[in-house]
């Protein structure tokens, strides 16, 4: 079931860039990273994890949501969690969306990421 969760996390894209929306500029900051350390990619597993848990749990309130202005304050709530949660892994945003981007640009670096995140 984990390895499931593992690849489900990032073929669904789950690793793809956080977005805090709400602010003025509201596009994903990355940090360039190519080749994440063995620390930062253990932190980023936990972090996969902790996102795409409080996506299934926002998923439900984002489809029984009625109108636009109510979807939106769902998914302002999710991003919030979702950039709480990163930020507790000691984490910036920016980190997170470099390595996830070096996660989606390398297969072998994404077969790592998989098997951390169903340890």
Do not use: H
Not at 27 to 42: F, G, H, N
Not at 59 to 73: D, F, N, R, V
Not at 105 to 114: G, I, M, S, W
Request: hydrophobic residues 45%; aromatic residues 4%.
């Amino acid at each position: 079931m984990k390895a499931f969760l593992a690849a489900s996390v990032i073929a669904l894209g789950l690793t793809g860039p956080l977005v805090v929306r709400g602010t003025a500029n509201a596009q994903a900051a990355y940090e360039k990273i190519d080749r994440p350390t063995d620390e930062q990619l253990q932190r980023y597993a936990t972090a996969v994890r902790e996102v795409s848990a409080v996506a299934a749990e926002y998923q439900p309130k984002l489809e029984a949501a009625k109108g636009e202005p109510a979807k939106q304050a769902v998914r302002v709530e999710a991003d919030q969690r979702m950039v709480q949660r990163v930020e507790a892994r000691g984490m910036s945003v920016p980190e997170y969306n470099g390595i996830s981007k070096a996660v989606r640009a390398d297969p072998a670096l994404r077969q790592k990421v998989e098997r951390l995140v169903s340890q």
